[in-house]
C-alpha cells in the first residue's frame, strides 16, 4: 500500500547567529552541535524517518550545500534534494517543496520542518507528528505545531488557540510576533498560548488551495510548471523562475490569513536553537551554571557561561568570567556576553571588512 | 687563527608558565612568540653566530629535546649539542659545557646565555657580548650582563654595582632577589641597581677554578672524566655521573659567592619573558593596551588584554574582557585574569590530574 506520508525538511538557512561555530559555507543545521555524532540536519532526518518512508522524505536547500546535504545523507536520492536558487524565505520554499510532492503523489499528507531544530522528546514528538498526519488527511485544515511553553520566552512568536476546541487540535485565534517581557509573562501564565514552532502539517491539495487563495503571485509561479514538477525538466524551470517569487514567510503569507488553521498542542522538548542562549537554555550545566559543549572544561570562579571548542579533544580552562559565550572554531575564537549576542551578527561584517571572507 | 670565543646556550628548561602556549613536549625555548619565523632558541642562535663562529657554539639542553634542537638548529653538529640526563639547574649544566669546550680548546672564553630570553636591541647587545668577551679574556673576573631596569620590576632579581667603578664594567656589590614593589622602586630610583639577566661571560678556565673553590662537589664529580670529555666516551660518563651533581643554580653556587665578579652595565631591551606579563609589557598594543600576538583580532570595550591564537591564520573577537590573558594552543584554550597567572601552574596541573598527559 503506498504511503501517502511525506515530508519536507527546509535546509538552506545561512544564520550567522552561531559564528563562528556556523560559517556561510557551513551553517547551523549541518553542525553537530552536541558532540553526537550527527548534524542537527541529520538528526531532523533520523526523526522523521522512523516514522516515514526514507523515499517520502525530501529536503530543499539553497544548490550552495548540495554537497553537504549528499555527504551528510547519502540515504537520499538526488530527486529527493530540492534546489533553490535563490534565497527567498519559508513561501516559496514549501510551494517548491508542495507542488513537487503532488506530482509524485497528489494524496499526500506533509509535515514541514526546518532542518536545524532540537526536539528531546522524540517519541511524544513522533506520535504527535502521526496525529497530526492523521488529522490532516481527514480535515480541510493547515496544521501548525505548537509548544506547550516553559517560561517567557520573548526569543518565539506565540500562537494564541481557542481553548474550547479539543484538547489536541485547537482553533488558532491569533499568531503573534515575538513579545516583549511584559506580554511574554502574561501569554505564559494564560495557558492559551504556544510557542511557535515552524512546523506545519497539511494535505498537499489543501496547501496549495491556499497559496492560490493568499499568496497568488507564488501559485501562479509554480501553477505555470505544473506539468513539469517531477519531470527532467523541473530543475531548468526552479532556475528560471524561481527567482521571481516574492521574498515572503509561510507564517506572514498563509498561516496568519487562513481561517481553517489549527494548532497542534505538544511539550517534546522542543527548542529552535536559534541563539547561544537557547542553546544554553537547553544544554546541561555544572553546579556553577557553566554549559560546556562537545569539548573539556575546567572552570575557576566562573559561572553562567557558555563554552564549545571545535571537537571534543579540546580542553577549556576558564578563569573569572560570568555569563560569557566562549566559542572556538576552526579559525576563529569568540568571547563575548551572552546578554550581548545579538552583536554578533556587527562581528561577523566587520570581520567581512577587516579580513575579507576568511573569517565568515 | 683560532678563534677562542664560545657561546654556551642553555636550552633544557620546561617551564609552564606559558602553558598552553607552552608544553612538557614543546616547552617555551622551542617556540616562535611574535610569529616572526623563528623560535626564541632559534633567534639566540642567530644572534650569537653573528659575533661567534658557528662551530664554536653548544647548546645544553635535556635529552627529551634532542629532536626538537636537530629541527630547529640543523646547522649544529651532535657534537654541540651536549645532552643533559636529568634536570639539575644551571650550576651543573654550565660545569658540563665548560670541561667539555676546555677540553677543545682550553683558552677558551664563553658568553653563557638561556636560550629563551629577547633582546631587542641586538647591535648593543653584540657590541656589550663581544666588549665583554674580550675583558674576561684578560681579566681574572666572571662577568655578569646587568640590563638598566627601566621600571621597578619585581619579578627580576637586581646587581647591586659599584658606581665607583669604570663605566661598563663595574664591580658586583651584591646579588639580590626579587624584591617587593617598595624595595623595587627603591633599586630601580637609586642607579646603583641592575636586573640580573641570567646571561655570563668568562674564561673556560676562571668559571672551571671558581667551581672548584665554591661549588667543589660539582667540580670533583667533573673532575673524575676530566680526560673523556669531547672523546666517544663523554656520553656514557655524563649518563652516568650527572645526576650525582647537586641541583644548584649559578648564581646561588658561584656568582653570589665570587670576590672577582663584575657586571657588564647593558640598555639592550632584554626581558626573560618570564610570565606572561612580561611578555604583555614588551608586545606592541592598540589603543585600549590590548596586545595581539601571533594571530588576528578584533576588540570591543576591551582593554589591557593579552591574546594569542596558535597561528596567524586565526582571529580572536574578544568582546567585554578587561585585563586577560586569552591563549590557544593546540588543545588548549586558557582565558585568566592576567593579575592571576601565578595560578596557571595549578591549572596545569588540574589539567593532568583530570585528563592526562593529553593537554600537559
Redesign the interface.
Known sequence: MENNNYCVIMGGGIGSRFW?FSRVSKPKQFLDFFGTGRSLLQQTFDRFSKIIPVENIFIVTNELYTDLIREQLPELNSNQILLEPQRRNTAPCIAFASYHIRAVNPDANIVVAPSDHLILRENEFLLAVKTGLDFVENNNTLLTLGIKPNRPETAYGYIQADNNDNVIFKKVKTFTEKPNVELARVFYESGEFYWNSGIFLWNVNQIIDAFHLYLPEVASIFDAGKNIFNTPDEKAFINENFSASPNISIDYGIMEKAPNVHVLCTDVGWSDLGTWGALYDISEKDENNNATLKS?A?Y?GSSNNIVT?SNS?????????DGYI?A?SN???????KE?EQ?IRQ?VI??QI??GD??V
Not at 579559525?331 to 556576553?337: G, S
Open positions: 563562528p573539556n575546567m575557576y571548542l579533544e579540546k580542553l577549556a580552562v576558564i578563569q573569572d568570567l566562549v572556538e579559525n576563529v575564537l569568540l568571547i563575548c556576553k550581548d552583536r562581528y566587520d570581520a577587516n579580513y576568511e573569517y
